[in-house]
């Protein structure tokens, strides 16, 4: 009885520190966006808080893998600890993908009014996906975590404004803000794809259903 006890403590302390990481992953996007739109001297505090954040992501995962190996278990338990295997993972390329951000905000290249206000309202967007996800993988919340994949659909259509504006762009400085927005934009999509994944996984651990899971394969 007591290993059962310490196996559902352990098991507790991993959701809450699987959301630790989870926030590092938050405060990287949200200061990889704000470098983006209007202060790029915050892109090198994110480049350099990657290595921390990946070095709890490497300890929870080893943890998990522990606990798997330990105690063998089964049903919601082995769903549970497979679940924060993805979502750790999920909020590890998060954060993979804000430095991308954040050395795109590095380059030299010509600024754009309106091709940082959609990048701007991507970042809001791909932010607010990313404290929700938060949110539901944390409070367990089947409800939450089942409305991210509908929001993603905004963020997709800003997307897609951006790079029918960057086609039209011309004269000299066009072909590298075309270069460097796109790439900011497309990881911009990517936190977002990731933050709906985590809503997924954690609809698959409260039900047990496989059908939870379509954005892994689309």
């Known amino acids: 009885m007591q290993g059962r006890v310490q196996f559902g403590e352990a ?10 990481l ?10 990889a966006v704000a470098a983006l739109v209007d202060d790029r001297t915050r892109a090198a505090a994110v480049i350099e808080g990657d290595d921390r954040l990946d070095a709890l992501f490497v300890a929870l995962e080893e943890r998990a893998y522990s606990l798997i190996a330990q105690q063998a278990p089964v049903a919601r338990d082995l769903r549970f600890l497979m679940a924060a295997l993805r ?4 909020f590890e390329k998060m954060g993979d993908r804000a ?14 009014s309106r091709t940082i206000r959609l990048l701007g309202r991507m970042g809001d967007l791909a932010l607010a ?10 409070d367990q919340d089947l409800v939450l975590a089942t409305t991210l994949s509908g929001r993603d659909a905004a963020l997709d259509t800003c997307y897609r404004a951006l790079v029918a504006h960057l086609l039209v762009q011309t004269g000299p400085f066009a072909s590298s803000l ?6 900011a934009g497309r990881n911009l999509e990517r ?3 990731h933050a709906v994944m985590i809503g997924e996984r954690v609809g698959y651990l409260l039900t ?3 059908s939870a899971l379509e954005a892994e394969i689309r």
């Open 129 to 138: 996906l990313v404290v929700d996800a938060r949110r539901a993988w944390l």
């Open 191 to 193: 936190i977002a794809d």
């Open 99 to 112: 430095v991308a951000v954040a050395k795109t905000c590095q380059q030299e290249w010509q600024r754009e």
């Open 22 to 31: 989870g926030g590092m992953a938050q405060q990287a996007v949200s200061a």
């Open 178 to 183: 075309a270069l460097h927005a796109h790439a």
């Open 11 to 20: 098991m507790e302390a991993l959701r809450v520190d699987v959301d630790v």
């Open 208 to 210: 047990g259903d496989p």
């Open 87 to 90: 979502v750790m993972a999920d």
